[in-house]
Nanobody
Framework: QVQLVESGGGLVQPGGSLRLSCAAS????????MGWFRQAPGKEREFVAA???????YYATSVKGRFTISRDNAKDTVYLQMNSLEPEESAVYYC??????????????????WGQGTQVTVSS
């Protein structure tokens, strides 16, 4: 069982950066693949990035090279460093945890646990 709480969202200008954090509680954190998703109003929740317990990573093509997902297993925390943000990336960003199936999943239904989300707004 994992409980997730995101933080770090806010308002940034286009081209700016934000670092999101996801604090996890529970004894099974290291057994899960951790992911970040985002959802804008009127749009489906979309995959952003994922990281395994061994810190292998996978990114959506749209964010590759600009976003970095990381995890600190000792602190039970996952991060998403977002650089060069664009207005179209304004969304609620969600942290998620799912069982390791041997392959990264971009499907939200493969993640069992979700945080409450944190709002990211990219605007002048």
């Amino acid at each position: 069982q994992v409980q997730l709480v995101e933080s770090g969202g806010g308002l940034v200008q286009p081209g700016g950066s934000l670092r999101l954090s996801c604090a996890a509680s529970g004894r099974t954190f290291t057994n899960y693949v951790m992911g970040w998703f985002r959802q804008a109003p009127g749009k489906e929740r979309e995959f952003v990035a994922a990281i395994s317990r061994w810190k292998s990573t996978y990114y959506a093509t749209s964010v590759k090279g600009r976003f970095t997902i990381s995890r600190d297993n000792a602190k039970d925390t996952v991060y998403l460093q977002m650089n060069s943000l664009e207005p179209e990336e304004s969304a609620v960003y969600y942290c998620a945890a799912g069982a390791d199936r041997g392959k990264f999943s971009t499907t939200k239904t493969d993640y069992e646990y979700w945080g409450q989300g944190t709002q990211v707004t990219v605007s002048s």
